[in-house]
């Protein structure tokens, strides 16, 4: 993803559109947060599946992608959990699902067809919502994520291209929007610009 004169949001980017079809059940804001924190947390430990089964069938590579990732959708599930808490203080997140993994080629095309959903689907869906109802925060966050989605649906497509040629690229993931940029060669996050010194390595 190339870095802008400004960070991407509904905005100044033209790919905010919710799919032809959506599948996503919009409630209010509130339940729309809820509703992206059960996703992101089925789809964190998920990831965290297919990183053990990735590593148990040697691809060492792709097991640190799923890592990344799974802890990408964990800094998604703190900002909306965080906006969750804030209108309701007694809410208690849920419980990750149990998740296993199969051949990590098709881990990686689960993997890709999820975040496409969330990133073209079930976000814009509750960005719209939220511009409606004024929630200026919970756009941003919803934002981030979507922004993020999208990437990690390049990088699972990457990888699965790749299988068979491994290659030993670090995975840098962004703190504040789990962003996931692959090598060294970047400066800053493309999504809220925190600088490369900030991201952790897998
Ligand atoms: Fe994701
Ligand atoms: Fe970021």
Partial sequence: M??????PNHENATNFSVAAGSTTVVGTTLENLKAAVCGETGASAKYTAFAAAAKEQGYNQIARLFEATAAAEQIHIGMEAALITAAEPDYVKPEP???EGIATDLNLISGALGE???TSDMYP???EKAIEEGETKAVQVFTRAKLAEAVHAELYLAAYNDI???DDDTFYLCPVCGYIHKGDDFE???I???PKAKFRAF
């Fill in 116 to 118: 496409i959903y969330e």
């Fill in 125 to 127: 869906a509750f960005i």
């Fill in 192 to 194: 809220c610009f925190v």
């Fill in 2 to 7: 190339k870095v802008r004169a400004t960070t």
């Fill in 97 to 99: 699902p149990a998740a």
């Fill in 164 to 166: 068979d040629a491994e």
């Fill in 188 to 190: 800053k996050c493309p």
